[in-house]
């Protein structure tokens, strides 16, 4: 089970807590973990990425072990400690203004 962790403004639109858990088939990479949000989330679709393009979103950012994953291909493979469960897969609204 892979645990992935939402910002408040997802985390409300999806209906649920803080922490959720997936199941990922295959490889665990960005992308699976955000295939499988997105199949058992449909309301997400469109939010993290962009639907056509499968894109990250500006403004999102993805937090592995502490790291910024965000500019990481998205089929690299997902650390040990995410794919054990130890560690989540953390999706971060980031801020800017001036």
Known sequence: MIRVILPQHLRTLAGVGRELTLVVNGPVTQQAVLDALERQYPMLR?????????????????????????????????????????????????????
């Open 46 to 98: 469109g939010t993290i990425r962009d639907r056509h393009t499968q894109q990250r979103r500006p403004f999102i950012r993805f937090f592995v072990c502490g790291e910024d994953w965000s500019h990481e291909p998205a089929d690299a493979p997902l650390p040990a400690a995410v794919v054990a469960g130890n560690e989540p897969f953390m999706v971060i609204g980031a801020m800017a203004g001036g």
